[in-house]
């Protein structure tokens, strides 16, 4: 809702610019099918400039990124706390569109009427309707409609030449987008100007092309000036009679003036660097964590990854990942087909803070694979989302424990049932006693008062073997 006001908002700043540059380097020029084009140019840009999302970078230290947190939800409250206004808004919007959309379709009924009860007669070219009460000749899609009645024969065939041009270069297509414009910008004075003076620039093309034709001057312009304004033209027509006296003069007065020079065009590069602060005024800002760079590390240990999901890709060296990690991809380029793969380290910052190190496997390298104690040919047809966590033991160390097989390392996975398994299996002490036959799951949380879990050699060195699959102290309410 809100972001569609600020769009329509937007249109009307982009109209305003672009009747600015018209008004200041090209209305008083004679380059009419050049104005035409640059006022259609500014409808079509209006609609799609401000539709464009345009964003700048914003660097925010990791310590910081709480703090970035909160202040997005700040602003979440505060944007919903004014979701009122911007509903008003919408609709009083949306009622003033209502209303432009009526009087345009009271219009046309009214021109249907018209229409249908005059004379009409159809020519190649266009469809003439003579009807008594037309006040000012007008034209619409190829119908001109006059009240022949009222005019003289050289009137007539000026009034019509002058129709035809309309009707010729299609200026009703500029009008339906001029009533498209004034219907989603009813509000703007500066969009109703807007389509003024492209009508305005319709009638010095078609006056241009009726003067072209050999017409004399002095006897076209009697014509325009004893033209008497009866009643108001529809919007979505051209008029051979300005709608004002004013309109009229500036009409005479384009007729007398001489041919600008083609190098005024250029003026409207100017548009350019006014575009540009537009752009640079609405663009929003997109923040960007900070990385972190961490310190290598190159051992033969076991690297844990505990199950989590990244679901952003890390494009940058060394980064500080939020969270735990699930899973390290490393996308290799080779510049041959048959180059073997580099060995690369890959530094990462664990949730404790401390480094891992990860590196990318050969292409020869052959990793045995244990899922639950079991080995495992593949482990393709494993869901991601039952992996509780995976180890990963490189050369030797795979070796001392699997042997020959795992020369080129062993993965082992453990999945999330197995380690429920094995946490029923725990040893339970409960109060210092030894419980045996009983698991975590069997107990009433309500009478705990306090629990510690020991882990593999913690468990064992302090009760055994019995402990393998660990231990958990319990301390219950006294």
């Not at 979701?83 to 046309?108: C, D, E, H, K, P």
Request: hydrophobic content about 45%.
């Amino acid at each position: 809702m809100e972001t569609f006001i600020i769009y329509i908002a937007k249109i009307g700043i982009c109209l305003g610019i672009f009747m600015l540059i018209y008004i200041l380097f090209l209305r008083q020029t004679t380059f009419f099918r050049f104005n035409r084009s640059f006022l259609l140019f500014g409808f079509l840009t209006s609609l799609i400039l401000p539709s464009l999302k345009y964003t700048y970078d914003i660097i925010v230290p990791a310590t910081l990124s709480a703090g970035m947190d909160n202040f997005k939800e700040s602003e979440i409250t505060v944007s919903n706390s004014n979701i009122q206004i911007w509903t008003i808004l919408l609709s009083v919007y949306i009622a003033g569109m209502l209303v432009i959309i009526f009087r345009n379709i009271y219009a046309y009924y009214k021109l249907l009427k018209l229409i249908r009860s005059g004379i009409r007669s159809d020519n190649e070219e266009f469809k003439l309707v003579d009807n008594m009460k037309v006040g000012s000749p007008f034209s619409i899609l190829n119908y001109i409609l006059l009240n022949t009645s009222k005019l003289s024969q050289t009137e007539r065939d000026l009034i019509l030449k002058h129709e035809i041009v309309h009707i010729k270069q299609k200026h009703w297509i500029d009008l339906l987008c001029s009533e498209f414009i004034i219907m989603i910008q009813w509000f703007n004075p500066l969009a109703w100007f807007y389509v003024q003076l492209l009508k305005e620039n319709h009638e010095f093309l078609a006056d241009k092309a009726v003067l072209d034709s050999g017409v004399s001057p002095a006897i076209y312009q009697a014509v325009l000036v004893n033209q008497e304004f009866k009643e108001p033209i529809f919007s979505f027509s051209n008029s051979f009679k300005s709608y004002n006296y004013t309109k009229s003069l500036k009409r005479l007065a384009m007729m007398k003036k001489t041919k600008s020079s083609p190098w005024k065009k250029a003026l409207i590069l100017t548009i350019i660097p006014v575009f540009g602060l537009f752009l640079w005024v609405s663009a929003e800002p997109r923040y960007i964590l900070e990385t972190s760079v961490t310190e290598k590390i190159i051992d033969d240990s076991t690297l844990l990854i505990s199950s989590s999901k990244i679901d952003t890709a890390i494009t940058s060296d060394s980064v500080l990942l939020l969270g735990k990690v699930r899973k390290v991809t490393y996308k290799k380029t080779a510049k041959k087909e048959d180059e073997p793969f580099v060995m690369t380290n890959i530094p990462i910052t664990s949730e404790e803070k401390k480094p891992l190190s990860f590196r990318s496997a050969n292409l020869k390298e052959k990793p045995i694979y244990i899922v639950d104690n079991v080995r495992r040919e593949n482990i393709e047809d494993i869901d991601p989302n039952t992996i509780e966590s995976i180890s990963v033991l490189k050369d030797e160390s795979a070796k001392q424990i699997f042997g020959e097989d795992a020369k080129d390392g062993a993965i082992i996975i453990t999945t999330k049932e197995k380690v429920k398994t094995d946490k029923d299996k725990a040893l339970i002490i409960i109060d210092g006693v030894v419980k045996e036959g009983i698991s975590i799951s069997s107990l009433n949380s309500e009478n705990i008062s306090s629990m510690n879990v020991l882990k593999d050699k913690a468990a064992v060195s302090k009760y055994g073997d019995k402990a393998k699959y660990g231990a958990i102290e319990i301390v219950t309410k006294k």
